[in-house]
């Protein structure tokens, strides 16, 4: 090769070591910007020239100096899968951790919320009210403690009640959030596909904007189960759920339909619903409608080994239920009221909303109907009008110290009053008998009813509790179903935390390597500098030399 030749050689080397710095100051630009992915200079050589060959292992080549090949991306397929499947499953343990910690604070077992414990049994409760009751049934002041007293259970009953609808309803909000953080990741994908593709289709390769997309794939991977692959193009087809949400150049939606009773918002695919049109030719979807399109299954059983348990959306879906659940559905009677076998484990069980509001509302129920119960035994023992007006309202109907707010509804805590007529005037539980003796029968048996353990929280216990310990043995199953959640959440933390380690090992900037590629890089640049100044040297020497 000629001298003239040999300067291309030098300026392979500048310009590859130029590009080469201009790769490491970009990663030292973006060493804290977050969902970027270290990049790196591929370089190969330049194809060699034959000058002549003697035999088939003696040849004489001349090098044309390095290549500049690409600049790549480094990351790890496989750690990438994996730490999106765990980042998902570690969001799921989050949620519902959160949400048995927002239930024990509803309760108000540690000083704060309701407080129900202090309604119920506490040293100024209903229970303690019963029990002086008994001591002296016919003291005013006792009946009227009473009364008292069974208005404030009653009416904290109903404050724990309404703040875990209002709390469905908080994650409600969440549900809606997280749909459109999904359709929008979707489409900002899709689009990307299509300008990856595009500045792919020449020489270059679109670093950054497959830095956007992969950081898009680890937020959607938090929200629920994923799959993706990305053909030769550089095209990422994406799957939610097992269904296609990225595919091609269409974004299949997700939406929204909105339970007209409560409130409740169902995901379901866009594509799969059946909808109708309004008058104004608006797509609509009823519940029927959108039977088959459920993006989520939340009868199937949380579990690692299926992969049922990934993603803070399905988890938050399971937390707020679908409707506000009573104590019928712990005996397997559906929302509609009808026996449906395996109702509870199905549809409540799973929900760490439903299946405490079942269990308190059933807490409810027993106390108020068994209370109304005795005191009309009592009426009835000491006969009908208008021989007895024992225990009896002025139309002789036997008192009930709890009413219904709707007649025609179950005894539910959204459904129950306090007897006004009695609340005015606790004194017309007299518990005096005709020979002006004190009911100490009915006393003792509303004592009874308090000590009495024939209660269970539900199908899955065993043991039958007392009305006192039932609500202790509520709180004690919450705390240790979120001890459970919280180990669980605390492991795949560990997980989750290993794997981002590991991939940001292969991702992530390191200012001292970059530091020291810049050195190497600017010593490559000024080795090419050197030889094409030897070069230079040698012409100049060359041409003085002839000119002479």
């Not at 310009?15 to 910007?33: G, I, Y």
């Not at 750690?79 to 048995?100: C, Q, T």
């Not at 104004?280 to 299926?306: H, M, P, Q, W």
Request: aromatic share 10%; with cysteine; hydrophobic share 35%.
């Amino acid at each position: 090769m000629s001298l003239m030749g040999s300067l291309y050689t030098g300026v392979s080397g500048l310009q590859t070591s130029n590009n080469a710095l201009n790769t490491t100051a970009h990663n030292m630009s973006n060493l804290d910007t977050i969902g970027y992915t270290r990049q790196q200079v591929a370089q190969g050589t330049r194809t060699y020239v034959t000058i002549s060959r003697s035999n088939n292992t003696n040849w004489k080549q001349i090098g044309l100096g390095v290549n500049y090949t690409l600049t790549r991306q480094e990351r790890d397929l496989i750690l990438d899968k994996n730490y999106r499947r765990e980042s998902g499953r570690m969001a799921f343990y989050d949620v519902s951790a959160g949400a048995l910690e927002e239930i024990e604070y509803i309760l108000g077992e540690s000083n704060e919320g309701h407080e129900f414990s202090e309604a119920l049994s506490g040293e100024n409760g209903f229970w303690v009210a019963v029990e002086e009751l008994s001591k002296d049934p016919t003291n005013s002041v006792n009946q009227n403690l009473f009364v008292t007293k069974a208005y404030e259970f009653i009416t904290r009953a109903k404050a724990v009640y309404d703040s875990l609808r209002e709390y469905q309803h908080n994650l409600n909000k969440t549900v809606a959030t997280d749909v459109n953080k999904i359709n929008a990741y979707a489409k900002e994908i899709q689009a990307l596909n299509e300008r990856i593709v595009r500045v792919e289709a020449g020489v270059e390769n679109a670093n950054d904007l497959r830095d956007r997309r992969n950081y898009l794939l680890d937020e959607l991977g938090k929200l629920g189960s994923i799959k993706y692959s990305e053909d030769p193009t550089g095209y990422v087809r994406v799957r939610f759920e097992g269904i296609d949400l990225v595919q091609g150049d269409v974004v299949n939606e997700i939406g929204l339909y909105e339970d007209p009773a409560t409130g409740f918002y169902t995901p379901f695919w866009k594509m799969l619903a059946n909808g109708g049109y309004d008058k104004d030719g608006n797509v609509v979807f009823d519940e029927k409608a959108i039977a088959g399109a459920r993006v989520f299954d939340l009868t199937a059983r949380i579990s690692s080994e299926y992969d049922t348990d990934i993603g803070s959306l399905k988890s938050t879906l399971y937390a707020r239920g679908d409707h506000y659940a009573t104590y019928r559905e712990i005996n397997d009677i559906n929302k509609d009221g009808v026996y449906e076998e395996g109702w509870y484990r199905s549809n409540i069980e799973q929900s760490v909303v439903m299946n405490v509001e079942a269990e308190f509302d059933q807490l409810i129920h027993a106390v108020v109907t068994k209370i109304n119960d005795i005191l009309a035994d009592a009426a009835n023992r000491e006969g009908q009008p208008p021989e007895s007006y024992y225990l009896r309202d002025e139309n002789g109907e036997p008192y009930q110290l709890f009413e219904k707010i709707a007649e025609g509804e179950d005894w539910t805590v959204s459904n129950i009053i306090i007897n006004s007529e009695l609340r005015q005037n606790p004194s017309l539980l007299t518990f005096r008998l005709g020979e002006h003796s004190e009911d100490n029968i009915t006393t003792e048996q509303l004592k009874k009813a308090f000590e009495e353990a024939i209660y269970k929280l539900n199908p899955n216990v065993q043991t039958p509790v007392c009305f006192k310990d039932y609500y202790k043995n509520l709180v004690e199953q919450i705390a240790n179903t979120g001890s459970v959640f919280r180990a669980v959440q605390a492991n795949q933390t560990v997980a989750t935390d290993a794997l981002s380690g590991a991939r940001e090992q292969i991702v992530g900037v390191s200012s001292d390597e970059e530091l020291t590629n810049m050195i190497m890089y600017q010593n490559a640049y000024n080795a090419s500098s050197r030889y094409i100044n030897v070069i230079s040297e040698m012409l100049e020497h060359i041409l003085t030399s002839l000119g002479r």
